[in-house]
């Protein structure tokens, strides 16, 4: 897979999800259309994560701390929705900022297990602060973000599930494309060199854990985004163990960028799109979707560790050794 | 803090019962992780197999409580070791594939025992009845026998790897694979070991769990978070770290929540554990 | 012969690191592979103790074809390596990394005789049983690094780079007990690229480049002719 | 250049130097020698600030950076060739290059984000002929776009000096450049250091086993035995003294 494949899925996801919002017409596929689009962003800020070979097991965390700080904003201290949404990025931003030279001093398994635990930790203050968070019954009523008129689209009412789809679609687009563009630029090379050889890249000048950390924020800001995104779609939050905070839902975003293939800034997006397809189709039988989307999971790591986007690139090798005899 | 003494007396029994639980959790991951190298996420669900399979065998085949912990603790060794065998032995990472596998795992599972088990709580007979008076508190028979069942085998996994040349060439072909390899150290076999100790005694602390608490197929969920704090705590896979670390999150889940409610005590190992690693980014016991 | 390789190639993905090679040591010989890092040594002893798959070729041992065992079974046969860093067990006592070095003897009494053994000829570690092998100095962990591949009685003793790191006393020290064992009736494979220190110590030499024998022949020949004069001694 | 003052670094029980002073003047090749855990590499990281000391102060020209961290060091001018983590494997050698001139490429934040715009390209352009340079001096200039993995040994460890000549640096600490070396190879390094000194006015810090090597290149040597400094003073003199000899050398030339 060469380097243009990533713009293009970039477009092509751009493309038939617009598309797919207008054929979609009822509220059902709309709902699942809206988690797809937010769980693309998490799973492609996750990933951001990876570049420098790190794996976060609590990125949920983040995605907690967003929705809650958003719908609270919203509601206690009657902040405009939009103003509400950059700022529980902001909010995860600066806690990862916080916690950021603690955690990343540790690499490998051991940042994985403190990413955990953080996770974990958040969702029990989420469950154990009533005062703030409504305890174990959750935040109920939190608004959307309402009617708005806009310079040449006129009003329009975001309430509705159509014109929500549309409106986190661009979100979502946004973030993608500042992630690309991330990806792109030269800290991302840094990012690189700091991987490869950490002790010389300081010894050149590069502030290894600096750029740990701002990655680290980077990601975050991005998993808050998706956190309020999805706070004002549901329109109530809740922290069981199974709901979309507890430690299944990281463990599902991991398997989505493992599947698509981490190495690929399209990874996530492939992998996201293709689970949550397979798992909507099992629908039917609601209980075994965790069973099904485990097993794909192991077959995939077992036998295609470069994940789906790394197909073609298997395909080639294949090729070029059945030339070779 | 102005708590009537019998209560601390209380609040220090429970906690060390957690403590005790927690070491046998700990004690297995860390053993996994120092010889095999890999995070083994489904070892909260290795726990809550272990415990429903005591209950199927004491419960509905009316076995002793006992014998069906010991059948229970083999039958997990013996799947640990399938484990091994047929997924992380395949594992071309040392991180991320086995993280994913075992994250598969836990989804297979968790859901597999939903349908196979139901989701209503059940529970195993307790390991003894009634209580008995120290320093004027009431203790449950039952906790104090759920420790000590702890403490003994962790002492016998201690004597196992500082006695037996088994056990000494487990502790080396964690501290350098490749050395012990050319010592004539078989690798696989030691993983095999890892993963059949390491899931015995997960099957004993869910058994013990099941006893003092309820059964469910999310049960794991909690031990693994706790497990792995306390790896974390204790030092890069040090067994000592473990015991100690599993006593000391054992302990704080024992006195935190009475003393300071539940928020304080939802975030207290994670400050713990962030405090230790700021001053020790090895842990307490963890070596250079 | 003790110990022959034919043919070796090994290829690690894409890469050819070792080309083409045979050598052979016979029995209570000092047989040394020289080269400069990346001429393919450490590859090849990884290949001869099983811990790297061969692309081509056959390696044998005491008449028996090895290439196909598992490293714990080569090691049982009789050929022990010291790897390169000393592959000691860094937060274990002296003793228990000597034990260790015994671990395919059954037998406990004749691990007690060997501990003995090894203790007679480096005094300096008995003084030291219960020193943890990482604060020792770098050259008494070789120095432990080569008693515990003793205690598994090897017939053919493998030292990747001995020298490597140690200053030139310590050197010295190395050579005298590589002689040493080799006095016992051990063959020793030597791999190092101090060529001085390596050839004046074996009867045979192999001098490796870029994953070919280049050179090869009596030792005390190709210490004294041009090309490794040019090449290694730097004269 | 760079002064040590009572340098001391202590791990857990173990001292690994005790009370060091190093005086390193201009335009020096000095070496830092020893046998194994005398505390040489312990030194080493001291000074490029991957460690720090338990007491003591380092001054680098007239400067206290005794807790400085490596990143602000190498801003100030002293850079180091690893012994291991020698060069950035996924990356070409030309790249590995304009890496060690990050410090002197003046991107600004348009420049980091938009690498395809004009601008960019053509600050990209004169990275890419100072690259060129330093590669052609370290001898690889036929090698620019060959992935830095895949060279030879020997032309990984000079790339390695290629990237720390990069950072611009007044002082460049070397760990064992020569390890692993063919005579050949050996010959060609030290031939560079040299130049390095004699053209580009750099101070050297070597630390090293091969006292060939050591004899042939340094002005000044300080012999380290557990953590304490026993010798200082003209490599020819030191290594007759009879401390050394009996510490590092051994009593006489025979075996080897």
Same mark, same amino acid.
């Given at each position: ?325 | ?23 046998? !959790?700990?004690? @297995? $991951? *860390? /053993? %996994? =992780? ?10 909260? #669900? ?54 994913? !596998?075992?994250? @598969? $795992? *836990? /989804? %297979? =599972? ?10 209503? #709580? ?167 | ?235 | ?256």
């Amino acid at each position: 897979m060469n380097k243009k494949t990533n713009t293009m899925i970039i477009l092509l996801f751009t493309l038939v999800s617009f598309l797919a919002g207008r054929w979609a017409g009822n509220d059902y596929l709309l709902s699942v259309l809206i988690l797809i689009a937010i769980n693309v962003l998490m799973a492609c800020s996750l990933r951001t994560i990876f570049i420098l070979e790190q794996i976060s097991l609590g990125h949920v965390g983040f995605a907690l701390i967003g929705a809650y700080s958003s719908a609270l904003m919203v509601m206690k201290l009657n902040i405009s929705f939009w103003l509400a949404l950059p700022l529980s990025g902001s909010i995860c931003a600066l806690t990862a900022l916080l916690l950021g030279y603690p955690f990343l001093r540790l690499k490998g398994i051991y940042f994985a297990i403190l990413t955990f635990m953080l996770a974990e930790s958040l969702r029990l203050i989420a469950y154990n602060w009533r005062s703030l968070t409504g305890g174990q019954f959750g935040l109920t009523d939190i608004p959307g973000p309402g009617t708005i008129g806009l310079p040449f689209l006129g009003t329009i009412d975001f309430d509705t599930m159509e014109n929500y789809y549309y409106l986190t679609l661009m979100v979502v687009i946004l973030s993608i494309l500042v992630l690309f563009f991330i990806e792109k630029s030269h800290l991302n090379v840094k990012w690189r060199a700091i991987k490869d050889a950490e002790s010389l890249a300081q010894s050149v000048g590069m502030n290894a854990i600096l750029h740990r950390i701002m990655n680290f924020v980077i990601a975050s800001f991005f998993a808050g985004i998706g956190g309020a995104l999805f706070a004002h779609y549901q329109k109530g939050l809740s922290v069981e163990v199974t709901s979309r905070f507890g430690i299944m839902a990281s463990i599902y975003l991991l398997v989505y960028v493992v599947i698509g293939g981490k190495e690929k800034f399209s990874g996530p997006i492939v992998g996201t799109i293709v689970l949550m397809m397979i798992s909507e189709f099992a629908r039917s039988f609601e209980e075994y979707r965790p069973i099904i989307i485990g097993f794909i999971a192991i077959i995939v790591v077992l036998f295609l560790p470069e994940g789906v986007t790394g197909i073609p690139e298997r395909l080639t090798r294949l090729k070029q050794q059945l030339k070779k005899g | 803090m102005a708590l009537p003494f019998q209560v601390w007396v209380q609040i220090i029994i429970n906690g060390l019962s957690l403590g005790g639980l927690y070491v046998l !959790i700990a004690l @297995g $991951l *860390t /053993l %996994i =992780l120092s010889i095999m190298g890999i995070l083994q996420l489904a070892h909260g #669900e290795v726990y809550m197999l272990g415990a429903y399979a005591v209950y199927y065998l004491a419960v509905k085949m009316g076995i002793n409580v006992y014998a069906a912990i010991l059948f229970s603790m083999f039958l997990m060794a013996g799947f640990g070791m399938l484990m091994e065998r047929f997924l992380f032995r395949r594992c071309e990472d040392k991180v991320l594939s086995p993280i994913i !596998i075992s994250t @598969g $795992l *836990t /989804l %297979i =599972l968790q859901a597999g025992a939903v349908i196979v088990f139901g989701l209503y #709580e059940r529970s195993i007979p307790r390991l003894s009845e009634g209580s008995f008076e120290l320093m004027g508190v009431f203790v449950p028979k039952d906790r104090m026998v759920a420790m000590v069942i702890s403490a003994c085998m962790a002492y016998m996994l201690y004597l196992f790897l500082k006695r037996t040349k088994l056990g000494l060439g487990m502790v080396a072909s964690a501290q350098n694979p490749q050395a012990a390899q050319l010592k004539g150290i078989d690798p696989h076999k030691m993983s095999l070991l890892a993963m059949a100790i390491g899931s015995g005694f997960a099957a004993a602390g869910g058994a013990m769990a099941g006893s003092i608490l309820m059964l469910t197929p999310f049960m794991g969920t909690l031990p693994l978070v706790k497990g792995l704090a306390i790896i974390v705590l204790g030092g890069m896979g040090s067994l000592s770290g473990a015991v100690f670390g599993g006593i000391l999150i054992g302990l704080i889940d024992g006195i935190v929540p009475v003393l300071f409610g539940p928020l304080t005590a939802s975030l207290a190992p994670l400050v713990i554990v962030i405090i230790i690693l700021l001053i020790r980014p090895q842990g307490l016991f963890g070596h250079e | 012969m003790l110990f022959e390789i034919k043919n070796l190639k090994v290829q690690y993905g894409g890469a050819v690191i070792i080309k083409e090679m045979s050598m052979a040591v016979e029995e209570k010989q000092i047989v040394t592979l020289i080269g400069s890092n990346g001429a393919g040594k450490t590859t090849t002893l990884k290949a001869i103790s099983g811990l790297k798959d061969l692309t081509a070729g056959k390696i044998f041992f005491r008449g028996e074809r090895i290439d196909t065992l598992q490293p714990q079974e080569i090691v049982k046969r009789g050929l022990v390596q010291v790897p390169e860093g000393r592959g000691l067990f860094p937060y274990m006592t002296v003793m228990e990394n000597l034990r260790l070095g015994a671990f395919i003897k059954k037998d406990q009494k004749k691990t007690d005789d060997m501990l003995e053994w090894v203790f007679d000829r480096f005094p300096k570690l008995k003084m030291r049983v219960a020193q943890i092998a990482s604060t020792m100095s770098g050259g008494e962990q070789q120095m432990l690094a080569i008693a515990c591949a003793l205690m598994a009685e090897p017939k053919l003793l493998l030292l990747d780079e001995p020298s490597t790191g140690l200053s030139p006393l310590m050197v010295k020290e190395i050579g005298k007990v590589v002689r040493d064992i080799n006095e016992t009736g051990t063959a020793v494979l030597l791999v190092e690229q101090n060529a001085q220190l390596a050839l004046s110590l074996a009867q045979k030499g192999y001098v490796m480049e870029t994953g070919r024998i280049v050179q090869q022949g009596d030792a005390s020949a190709l210490l004294k002719s041009d090309y490794i004069k040019k090449a290694y001694l730097g004269k | 250049m760079l002064k040590i003052k009572n340098l001391s670094k202590r791990f857990g029980g173990i001292q690994a130097v005790t009370e060091l002073d190093i005086d390193i003047k201009e335009r020096q090749i000095f070496g830092l020698i020893g046998p194994n855990g005398a505390g040489k590499s312990t030194t080493l990281n001291m000074i490029d600030g991957s460690l720090f000391p338990t007491t003591g102060t380092i001054i680098f020209k007239e400067e206290n950076i005794t807790h400085q961290r490596p990143c602000s060091r190498a801003g100030k001018g002293i850079a180091r060739v690893f012994q291991k983590d020698v060069l950035f494997s996924s990356f070409s050698a030309r790249e590995n290059i304009k890496l060690g001139l990050h410090l002197h490429s003046n991107l600004g934040l348009k420049e980091i984000f938009f690498p395809w715009s004009a601008i960019s390209k053509k600050k990209d352009r004169i990275l890419d002929e100072k690259a060129m340079e330093i590669l052609k001096f370290v001898r690889l200039g036929e090698k620019a776009d060959e992935m830095a993995i895949n060279l030879p040994h020997g032309n990984q460890r000079a790339l390695g000096l290629g990237i720390a000549m990069a950072t611009g640096c007044d002082m460049l600490l070397l760990d064992e450049p020569l390890t692993g070396m063919n005579a050949q190879e050996t010959d060609q390094m030290m031939e560079m250091i040299t130049t390095l000194r004699d053209e580009k006015n750099l101070t050297i810090v070597i630390v090293e086993h091969n006292i060939k090597a050591v004899l042939g290149l340094c002005d000044q040597v300080v012999v380290l035995d557990f953590g304490k400094k026993i010798a200082q003073g003209d490599p020819d003199m030191v290594v007759e003294m009879p401390n050394v000899i009996e510490a590092w050398l051994g009593a006489e030339q025979d075996a080897v």
